[in-house]
């Protein structure tokens, strides 16, 4: 009986033991709550240190978790002494039910860029659920019937960060089959997308540039099962009259291979190729728009077939600034892919990347940012110069 007596008042103890455990747990989660939420921001606004406006660094937010890594990132990138950042902002990100907006992640992103006193252009895609109308998983899919919500919702970017960000990148690599969801590039239809989109955005912030393109760099010919390539598919637009639609053009130019001053030609991809496309737009009577490479540079990875080595890499990648700088006027940035992804691919993607994954800068990173800061280029153990001749 005594045995029982104690267990039962080892049990009572235990369940108000419990009880007073729980609501000191609900009082904490109380004074969370009411707790301000803590900020990152810094206390005042930062300034870029460059004498190399032109740089820009393309970024990856928008798949990132913590709130921490987005100002690690903006931090990284302001200290290499890039002016601007690329960033894309998906519309299925944002607008999950039609005419139901929710910014929290983009405000967080461009709050943090105009922190660390970098400007932002804004490419514009993906497209949500809703808008498919279940035709496909393939969040690039996108038809004409869906070419209104996506002008309201870039209409409705447009306003919100009027100021803040005022370049819009219309579609991405809109010359690329995989970029329409597997349908085939049509300069037509993309053509179409700008107009639908040009009258609202302006509507909504006069003084926003919308940027035709970004597109890519591909020998694919006329009815080729991957796409078309950018020469012709930028000369069709101007055929079509899409001219009217667009106030700049976004170019993908990679090196690949081939230094920066290889000289440009239909048949070959290179950084220089971008030129062939100036070229259009002139002869079109465009030569008074900008225009910007919005992804760029080259990849350094062992084992891939369009890579060089890390020392040519950083010498490449400075001297293309240099080239730039001094032939291409018309040039307003050139940004590198990519400044980091938040997460390893494991492939040789990974080595077009500035900061790793974990946030270590890449001797390229170093290269870059003295060149942005008007440094003397260094020469150390890590950093070797290029064989001659290569």
């Known amino acids: ?52 406006p032109q740089v820009c660094v393309h970024t990856l937010l928008e798949n990132e978790v913590e709130e921490e890594s987005i100002l690690w990132s903006l931090e990284l990138a302001r200290e290499l002494g890039a002016s601007e950042i690329v960033q894309f902002f998906p519309w299925a990100y944002v607008e ?67 100021g803040s960000v005022d370049h819009l990148i219309i579609w991405n690599e809109p010359n690329l089959n995989f970029e329409w969801g597997y349908q085939p590039a049509d300069p037509a239809r993309y053509g179409r997308l700008l107009r639908a989109s040009y009258g609202p955005i302006k509507r909504a912030n006069p003084g926003a540039v919308v940027m035709a393109g970004a597109l890519a760099p591909t020998l694919e010919a006329r009815g080729g099962g991957a796409g078309l390539n950018e020469l012709e598919f930028l000369q069709d637009l101007y055929d079509l009259g899409a001219a009217a639609f667009f106030d700049a053009l976004a170019i993908h130019s990679y090196g690949f291979r081939q230094p920066p001053e290889a000289e440009p030609a239909p048949d070959r991809l290179n950084f220089r190729r971008s030129e062939l496309l100036r070229e259009i737009m002139a002869a079109n009577g465009d030569g008074h728009k900008p225009a910007t490479i919005t992804e760029s540079g080259w990849n350094d990875h062992p084992r891939w077939t369009q890579a060089v080595r890390p020392s040519q890499r950083s010498a490449y990648t400075v001297r293309a600034f240099e080239f730039a700088e001094k032939n291409w006027p018309w040039l307003e940035n050139l940004c590198i892919w990519a400044l980091r992804y ?12 500035l900061v790793s994954a974990d946030f270590v800068e890449k001797p390229i990173y170093f290269a870059l940012q003295d060149y942005a800061r008007g440094r003397a280029r260094r020469q150390s153990p890590w950093l070797p110069p290029p064989r001659a001749g290569r």
Do not use: C
Not at 11 to 39: D, F, N, Q, S, W
Not at 154 to 160: G, M, P, V, Y
């Open 1 to 52: 009986m005594l045995r029982q007596t104690e267990e039962a008042e080892f049990k009572e103890r235990r369940a108000r033991a419990g009880a007073m455990a729980a609501l000191v747990l609900i009082a904490l989660l109380v004074l969370v709550a009411r707790r301000p939420p803590p900020t990152l921001l810094p206390a005042e606004r930062q300034t870029v240190e460059t004498e190399k």
């Open 96 to 162: 999950r039910e039609p005419g139901r907006y929710s910014w929290t992640l983009a405000d967080r992103i461009v709050r943090h860029a105009e922190m660390q006193g970098l400007g932002v252009i804004a490419r514009l895609g993906l497209v949500p659920d809703w808008a498919r109308d279940g035709k496909t998983e393939t969040l690039n899919y996108l038809t004409e019937e869906s070419f209104p919500a996506f002008a309201a919702y870039a209409a409705a970017f447009a306003e919100r960060y009027a």
């Open 342 to 353: 938040p997460a390893d691919v494991y492939s040789y993607p990974d080595n077009f990347t």
